[in-house]
Structures are given as structure tokens and as C-alpha cells.
């Protein structure tokens, strides 16, 4: 919560920064115009300014079929030509304090920026902006989990080696999402309930990740039975740096956290024995969540007060 403190003493006014990001600004503002929010009723605009100093926008559609939607980030993206090309990027709504992009938008910003430290203006139509960078809203954790720490390791190990004996963690080749794996998610609750997932692949590459699976499986229960989360685990295929939770997987241990009004330890472990610590809040700074989703997640989690 100190980072989302943090983030809120940067609010500075539209009229106080520079031109260009002006100019950005009203691109996304009209493009919110625009938007198609068939079920929230919420509208967003995106823009974003490009290494060739051109500004391309979008805004959010929602699907009438299913509860899905495109993104205003996902909109403009579309109207990049290449990898590596955002130079910064700017996003708008009609709310009261400034918004920011989910999880998964965080991952698709990564993907296109130019580097990690590239300028995100989280803003509302009112003009408020946060100025921030990409880098603050999708943090490494550096805590790493060596042999110090003997008797969590041991226990993290258990965990690893029961996920790999199941063949819930592997390598799939290339037949599936090319350099992806399989990996493997754990929820605990205070209830002493668990809740798993693993990765689960499509053709139309709308996969389920592991931890979205766990998450919905915590979702599954009857109101009031799951209990508080108290810790989710995350275990990973060794490669070099240990794989950190997708943008997708910290929006879910997010929402978790702010239903809950209370953070949890994330774990994320490698077949090989090495672990990282960090909390579903640090994951996700400032992170974006609709009050009604919130309220739904709380009502399965938590015990209805009589």
C-alpha cells in the first residue's frame, strides 16, 4: 500500500506537463468517446506516443456474448505496426481518481515498450494524471530464497516435488505456445482448504494460467466457505531467472487481496529448488479493480457477517 501512496503523491494536473503528453491525452479522451462498454458501462481510452512521434489511440469493447472484453491498451496496440516501437503511454476513464492498466495490459505494454522504464500516464478524464513508469507497475521482486533459510525451503521443495511427481510442471516443446510451459498454482486458505491450478492451453491461445485456475477454482465454492487466502505458491520449470507470475496472475492474487482487505505471501518456486518471496499488493502497485468484482469475490472468500 506504500507504493500506491507513493504513486498518489506524483498527481499533478494535464495543464503542468508537457506538450506532447497534452496531446495524448485528448487522443485518448476522445477515443473513449467511442468506447462500447456493453455490460460495465465503464469507458476507457488509450494512447499512446511512438518512437516516429506519431500517436495512435483506442478504446475498450466489451463482447455481448461472454464476459469478455477488448482493452483500450489491446485497441491500440493494434494499431502498432511492430515490437519495441511505444514510447509512452497514456490511459483515461471517467472516475474519480486516476486509472491504470490491469494486469494483463501491464504484460502487452511490456511487450511493445521500448524498455522497461518507459512513461506511463495513469489519468481520469477530469485530467488528473500520475505520471509513472512501466517498470514501478510491473516490479521484480529481488527478495530470493537461498539455503538460509533451511526450514521454508524445505517446505517450498515439498511443494515443487509433489507438482513435478504429478506432472502439473513441465516443458511442452514448441507444439503448444512455442518457449511456454506447463506450471503449477496453489492457494491456501486460513480454512486449511487448497485450492490448485495448472496451465491450461487452447488453440485459440485463450489459455487458462495456472494461477487463474486456482483462483477460479477459489471462486467455485459455496459463499462464505473458502476462507481468507493466507498464501498462494506458483511452481515454475527451471530456467535461468525463475518466471514470475503473467500480468493475468497478479490482477487474480490482487482482487484476492483487496477482497479480502488483507495482503498474503506469493512463492514463486523452480524445479529446481530456488524460490522468490513477494505479496500479491507488491506484484500489482496500484493496481486497477471494479468494486462489483470485488464485492462478488468477497461474498465466496469471507464468511457473511450476521
Same mark, same amino acid.
Given at each position: #500500500? %506504500?507504493?500506491?501512496k507513493?504513486?498518489?503523491?506524483?498527481?499533478v494536473?494535464?495543464?503542468d506537463l508537457?506538450r506532447?503528453v497534452k496531446d #495524448?491525452f485528448?487522443?485518448?479522451?476522445?477515443a473513449?468517446k467511442?468506447?462500447?462498454?456493453?455490460?460495465?458501462?465503464?469507458?476507457?481510452?488509450?494512447?499512446?506516443?511512438?518512437?516516429?512521434?506519431e500517436i495512435?489511440?483506442?478504446f475498450n469493447?466489451?463482447?455481448d456474448s461472454r464476459?469478455d472484453?477488448i482493452? &483500450?491498451?489491446?485497441? #491500440?496496440? #493494434?494499431?502498432v505496426?511492430?515490437?519495441k516501437?511505444?514510447?509512452? +503511454?497514456l +490511459?483515461t476513464?471517467?472516475?474519480?481518481?486516476p486509472?491504470?492498466?490491469?494486469?494483463?495490459?501491464?504484460d @502487452?505494454?511490456?511487450s511493445?515498450? /521500448?524498455?522497461r522504464k518507459m512513461?506511463?500516464?495513469?489519468?481520469?478524464n477530469?485530467g488528473?494524471?500520475i505520471?509513472?513508469?512501466l517498470?514501478?507497475l510491473?516490479?521484480?521482486?529481488?527478495?530470493l530464497l537461498?539455503?538460509e533459510?533451511?526450514l521454508r525451503?524445505? $517446505?517450498?521443495?515439498g511443494?515443487?516435488?509433489t507438482?513435478?511427481k504429478?506432472?502439473?510442471?513441465r516443458?511442452? &516443446?514448441?507444439f503448444?505456445?512455442? =518457449? %511456454?510451459?506447463?506450471? /503449477?498454482?496453489r492457494?491456501t486458505?486460513?480454512?486449511?482448504?487448497?485450492?490448485?491450478?495448472s496451465?491450461?492451453? $487452447?488453440?485459440d /491461445?485463450?489459455?487458462v494460467s495456472a494461477?487463474?485456475a486456482?483462483?477460479s477454482?477459489?471462486?467455485?465454492?459455496?459463499?462464505?466457505?473458502?476462507? $481468507?487466502?493466507?498464501a498462494?505458491y506458483?511452481?515454475?520449470?527451471?530456467t535461468r531467472s525463475?518466471?514470475l507470475?503473467y &500480468?493475468?496472475?497478479r490482477?487474480?492474487?490482487?482482487e484476492?487481496? $483487496?477482497?479480502q482487505?488483507?495482503n498474503?505471501d506469493? /512463492?514463486?518456486?523452480s524445479?529446481?529448488?530456488r524460490?522468490i =518471496?513477494? %505479496?500479491?499488493?507488491?506484484l500489482?502497485?496500484?493496481?486497477?479493480?471494479?468494486?462489483? +468484482?470485488?464485492?462478488?469475490?468477497?461474498s +465466496?472468500? @469471507?464468511p457473511e457477517?450476521r
Amino acid at each position: #500500500m %506504500d507504493i500506491e501512496k507513493g504513486l498518489m503523491n506524483r498527481l499533478v494536473e494535464i495543464g503542468d506537463l508537457n506538450r506532447r503528453v497534452k496531446d #495524448m491525452f485528448m487522443a485518448a479522451k476522445r477515443a473513449s468517446k467511442r468506447a462500447i462498454p456493453t455490460h460495465s458501462g465503464f469507458t476507457v481510452g488509450c494512447s499512446a506516443l511512438l518512437r516516429t512521434d506519431e500517436i495512435v489511440s483506442g478504446f475498450n469493447y466489451e463482447i455481448d456474448s461472454r464476459n469478455d472484453a477488448i482493452h &483500450g491498451e489491446e485497441s #491500440m496496440i #493494434m494499431k502498432v505496426n511492430s515490437r519495441k516501437t511505444l514510447d509512452s +503511454v497514456l +490511459v483515461t476513464a471517467d472516475c474519480e481518481r486516476p486509472i491504470s492498466p490491469c494486469g494483463s495490459c501491464r504484460d @502487452l505494454l511490456l511487450s511493445f515498450s /521500448y524498455d522497461r522504464k518507459m512513461s506511463i500516464f495513469m489519468a481520469n478524464n477530469a485530467g488528473q494524471v500520475i505520471p509513472t513508469t512501466l517498470d514501478h507497475l510491473m516490479p521484480r521482486p529481488a527478495y530470493l530464497l537461498r539455503e538460509e533459510k533451511a526450514l521454508r525451503l524445505n $517446505r517450498l521443495k515439498g511443494i515443487s516435488q509433489t507438482a513435478l511427481k504429478r506432472g502439473l510442471v513441465r516443458d511442452v &516443446g514448441e507444439f503448444i505456445w512455442g =518457449k %511456454d510451459v506447463v506450471r /503449477y498454482a496453489r492457494l491456501t486458505s486460513q480454512n486449511g482448504l487448497v485450492f490448485e491450478g495448472s496451465t491450461t492451453p $487452447r488453440s485459440d /491461445y485463450h489459455g487458462v494460467s495456472a494461477l487463474e485456475a486456482a483462483f477460479s477454482a477459489a471462486l467455485s465454492q459455496r459463499p462464505g466457505s473458502s476462507g $481468507r487466502i493466507t498464501a498462494a505458491y506458483l511452481v515454475v520449470p527451471h530456467t535461468r531467472s525463475i518466471e514470475l507470475p503473467y &500480468g493475468c496472475e497478479r490482477q487474480c492474487l490482487f482482487e484476492l487481496a $483487496r477482497a479480502q482487505k488483507g495482503n498474503f505471501d506469493v /512463492y514463486v518456486i523452480s524445479d529446481r529448488s530456488r524460490a522468490i =518471496k513477494t %505479496d500479491a499488493v507488491s506484484l500489482l502497485p496500484y493496481g486497477f479493480a471494479a468494486e462489483p +468484482v470485488i464485492n462478488y469475490i468477497r461474498s +465466496v472468500i @469471507l464468511p457473511e457477517k450476521r
